[in-house]
């Protein structure tokens, strides 16, 4: 299948660009909304991290005093209230720094969320099928968890080390300059070392994050097919697949880790080594008397804090390079074309159709797989509340007529027209309000018979849903269960038989009263009984409708007003049952006899 731009594992490196950076700050329009506690949270966390600073200050002074070096005007006593009332001024505002940065990432957050579902479940048809959507589901929720931390932690603590940094080295400039010289002297090397590690590190998470979205694929795709797994009794090929991809994962995870490992060793020798460095020379100031011990105390705690916070700023500094890489994939979601405007479905204008369908020699190739054409100026016409039914073999294209009345893709040659109108003119919500599809394989959601009926009408009452189940020939089913409507129907629908998938199918198309009714008939034959519940339901259902049935199984056509019969993309011949039967060496009659006639 053919990735999409999102998910090349050959994405270009996330760069610092002034573009780039203003590309990612227009996720900042998800927090607009809380500007102001985003707003407040930064000035408490610039109060936070000064009074921070005040600490080693207040350290050097107290042993300073202690040792009853000349000038001192306060006591310890005095030292103690100011320690006392620093410490809670800093808890107060840290407690609300934090909370404020947590309402705005955690709502923020959940706005992106809401945002990016309500895309994806608006893009056509041909989005799904150019994405692996496990892949690009586990892919966004990772990169959501990736913005979430920047919005909630690494933003504020990489502000918060910067101001550190900042604060710390100009303080300690004045306080002792010939010291703080020797420690920046360390600093560039640090810095350089960090950045070039970070980008490499960064890489490596972008590998790793890739492996494990591999295996994840297989895992959902054999969970999602696991009859065919079964059937094929593939579970040990399945699960030495899976173990491989997990090992090529683990191999990778732990070359990451060994880099990450490294990376660490490198900035704690750089900076331990600065630190005794510092400590070694402060010493042998004081020992010339041109230092206090408070102060050497005090400059050494400065040095530990601005080392901490370099370290710190590599990582955070990472971690935020990650998450503009994240908003980066987010936005291409969220700027991606969406088919149908869901905030306007209740504007839409409920448009009631009488049911005339004509197609005008349609051109078609599938977006996915443009060399070969599937309609090839196909033309026919259904009048309202006619029947009509689509034969031919397999892959003749009689699903892909269906799906084009759908609006699912777009066609490259001829019109598509309903009630005279091409359909491209409608809006696509209102057009799809008219149309119905009882598909070959049900597959229900996992809640409740009733939730799931109740899906073709949401709101429906208790009496709609219990008639259409009725004329759906669901209820004697539905009241036999103990739960009657309320019963669960498992994931999927796989509690029920096909025979009831398919009523409750029917009265979920019954609820919503469709002009037009596409019906896929099953291939796997239900049982006697079970058949006749199910195309007495679907006769009910079709009363009054134009319905467009794709046949397998031409036994279950014989009374509809045309039929078409398939071939390569063209209609080959058309008429009734009894027209077409005539036709000895008809297309029509050579499929009956395929389908009658026992194989020898
Ligand atoms: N989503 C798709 N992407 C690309 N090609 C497709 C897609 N769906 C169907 N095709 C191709 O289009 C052709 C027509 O398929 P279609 O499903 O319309 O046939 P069909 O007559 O309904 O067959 P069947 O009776 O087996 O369901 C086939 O060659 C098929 O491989």
Do not use: C
């Amino acid at each position: 299948m053919a990735r999409r731009k999102t998910q090349d594992p050959e994405q270009p490196k996330v760069k610092l660009t002034k573009e780039k950076l203003k590309d990612a700050a227009r996720i900042f329009r998800f927090i607009r909304p809380y500007r102001f506690a985003f707003g407040f949270g930064l000035v408490l966390l610039f109060l936070s991290s000064l009074t921070f600073m005040v600490f080693p200050y207040l350290s050097g002074l107290m042993v300073d005093i202690a040792q009853g070096e000349q000038g001192m005007e306060i006591d310890l006593g005095d030292v103690g209230w100011i320690l006392a009332i620093v410490l809670v001024v800093q808890g107060g505002v840290s407690y609300l720094r934090i909370y404020l940065f947590a309402i705005v990432s955690e709502k923020g957050i959940a706005d992106v969320r809401r945002a990016l579902y309500e895309k994806l479940i608006t893009m056509p048809m041909t989005f799904f099928e150019e994405s692996r959507v496990g892949e690009l589901v586990s892919r966004l929720t990772s990169d959501v968890e990736k913005l979430y931390n920047a919005f909630s932690i690494t933003l504020a603590e990489f502000l918060r080390q910067i101001i550190i940094l900042v604060a710390g080295i100009i303080f300690l400039a004045f306080r002792a300059p010939t010291l703080s010289l020797i420690m920046l002297g360390t600093f560039p090397v640090v810095i350089i070392g960090a950045m070039f590690f970070g980008r490499f590190i960064r890489k490596l998470s972008k590998e790793r994050q890739e492996e494990l979205a591999e295996s994840n694929n297989i895992l959902n795709e054999t969970m999602q097919a696991i009859q065919a797994v079964k059937s094929f009794t593939n579970e040990l090929f399945e699960s030495l697949r899976y173990g491989k991809r997990i090992e090529r994962v683990v191999g990778m995870s732990l070359k990451y880790a060994r880099w990450r490992a490294l990376f660490t060793v490198f900035i704690v020798t750089f900076l331990f080594g600065a630190l005794f460095f510092i400590i070694w020379q402060g010493a042998s100031l004081v020992q010339s008397g041109e230092m206090t011990v408070g102060l050497l105390i005090e400059f050494v705690a400065y040095t530990a804090i601005i080392g901490g916070s370099i370290a710190g700023l590599g990582n955070f500094y990472t971690e935020l390079l990650g998450a503009i890489g994240a908003t980066e994939r987010i936005r291409e979601i969220l700027d991606e074309t969406a088919e149908v405007s869901i905030r306007a479905h209740g504007e839409a204008p409920a448009h009631s159709f009488e049911g005339r369908i004509a197609y005008e020699s349609v051109h078609f190739r599938y977006p996915t797989r443009p060399d070969i054409e599937v309609l090839k100026g196909l033309s026919f016409s259904v009048e309202p509340g006619q029947k009509v039914a689509l034969v031919g073999t397999s892959g003749a294209g009689k699903s892909t007529i269906v799906q084009l009345l759908l609006r699912y893709y777009g066609l490259q040659g001829g019109e598509i027209k309903v009630d005279g109108q091409p359909i491209s003119s409608y809006d696509i919500t209102a057009y799809r309000k008219n149309m119905a599809i009882v598909p070959q394989e049900v597959i229900l959601f996992g809640g409740s018979i009733r939730e799931n009926i109740a899906y073709g009408k949401p709101g429906a009452t208790e009496e709609e849903i219990t008639e259409a189940a009725r004329q759906a020939n669901a209820w004697s089913f539905i009241s036999g269960f103990p739960e009657g409507l309320d019963t669960l129907v498992g994931e999927r629908g796989v509690k029920l038989s096909g025979g009831q998938r398919q009523r409750i199918a029917i009265a979920r198309a019954i609820l919503k009263d469709p002009a037009i009714l596409l019906l896929d008939e099953a291939t796997s034959s239900l049982d006697a009984e079970s058949e006749k519940a199910v195309q007495d339901a679907l006769n009910t259902l079709m009363e009054g409708r134009t319905s467009i049935i794709i046949a397998h199984r031409l036994a279950t056509i014989r009374d509809v007003d045309q039929i078409f019969v398939i071939d390569d993309g063209r209609i080959i011949e058309q008429g009734t049952h009894t027209e077409l039967s005539a036709r000895e060496d008809g297309a029509y009659n050579t499929l009956a006899k395929l389908q009658f006639e026992p194989i020898q």
